[in-house]
């Protein structure tokens, strides 16, 4: 295709491709444009539907990771759900039983730390 000074190409029989295409250069340049307008419409559609899969592939996948904690804490394991239930139940007598066992540890650490440096 020959090149003008202008830009206008023509085809081997001298035809711009507007001419070409049977049509003015206004007509064939708002062709090119919708054109263009299609196969970024078709793009920004195929990009928003993978984005689309993407996110449903990694929802799917987190709501399996929690289905899968859910049943090893609750319902498919019967001596897990038993325990879970049962420190439910038990709460404060687990927290004060705790807080007994802190105060023992820092007692006997307050020893061993006294006999080490000779305090006692």
């Known amino acids: ?3 003008y000074k202008d830009g206008r190409g ?3 029989d001298g035809q711009t491709q507007a001419e ?3 049509m003015t250069e206004e007509e ?8 263009r307008w299609e196969l970024d419409r078709e793009w920004l559609d195929a990009a928003q539907e993978q984005e689309r899969l993407d996110w449903e592939n990694w ?12 049943a090893l804490i609750m319902h ?5 759900g038993e325990l879970e239930k049962w420190s439910e ?3 404060g007598e687990l927290a004060f039983w705790r807080t007994i066992a802190a105060g023992l540890n ?8 006294a006999k080490l440096f000779g305090w006692i």
């Open 28 to 35: 064939f340049k708002a062709h090119l444009h919708k054109q």
């Open 59 to 70: 929802r799917s996948g987190a709501e399996q990771e929690q289905e899968r904690l859910d």
């Open 106 to 113: 820092i007692a006997l650490s307050t020893i061993v730390i």
């Open 76 to 80: 498919e394991d019967e001596e897990v």
């Open 20 to 22: 070409a295409h049977g």
């Open 89 to 91: 139940k038990h709460f």
């Open 1 to 3: 295709m020959k090149q």
């Open 10 to 12: 023509v085809n081997r």
